[in-house]
């Protein structure tokens, strides 16, 4: 995760996770474990820019996905092994910000909760894991505030390390 935070992708939150509400039309963007449309996990920052997925943002903290405003793609090694994502984002379950924490384990029946360090302003955690891949379901205790989903291995480093997109 530390390459993550040097390559622009991973830092430190300043300031606690904020609930984002959706803004403006609600489009269908579903968010599974394998990616998002066009960009896969294991995909490379040169063949994310190739395909014209990735681009660089003045105003952003990192690299951008077309088409994916509400995505943050966080890079280790040159490979996208997470995506940060908000509403209106869901998982194929229907899972996205401001769903309730009670109706995860309907969908996702191994949940393993993860509590925030006592004395931070970090979320607790639900880790939805199959296989090498995982969803992390930041939430307040009753709502879903933020999903990250990818390599189960560094959805775990990133809640033990307490790193985001920006």
């Not at 920052?45 to 077309?66: D, F, H, K, M, N």
């Not at 890079?75 to 994502?85: A, E, I, N, S």
């Not at 809640?159 to 997109?165: N, T």
């Amino acid at each position: 995760m530390t390459a993550a935070s040097v390559a622009g992708s991973g830092v430190r939150p300043h300031s606690p996770i904020v609930p984002a509400d959706p803004i403006g039309p609600t489009v269908d963007e579903v968010i599974d474990l394998n990616g998002l449309a066009g960009a896969e996990f294991g995909d490379s920052q040169r063949e994310l820019a190739e395909r014209g997925i990735l681009q660089e943002a003045a105003e952003s903290c990192g690299p951008t996905l077309v088409g994916h405003e509400t995505a943050s793609p966080i890079f280790y090694d040159d490979r996208l092994v997470l995506l940060w994502v908000s509403a209106p984002v869901r998982t194929p379950e229907g899972v996205t910000v401001g769903t309730p924490v009670d109706d995860l384990p309907a969908h996702f029946p191994s949940l393993a909760r993860l509590g925030a360090p006592k004395g931070t302003y970090r979320l607790d955690g639900l880790l939805a894991q199959r296989g090498d891949r995982a969803y992390l379901f930041l939430h307040d205790g009753r709502t879903v505030r933020k999903t990250i989903a990818g390599y189960a291995e560094y959805a775990q480093r990133l809640f033990a390390e307490g790193y985001g997109p920006c």
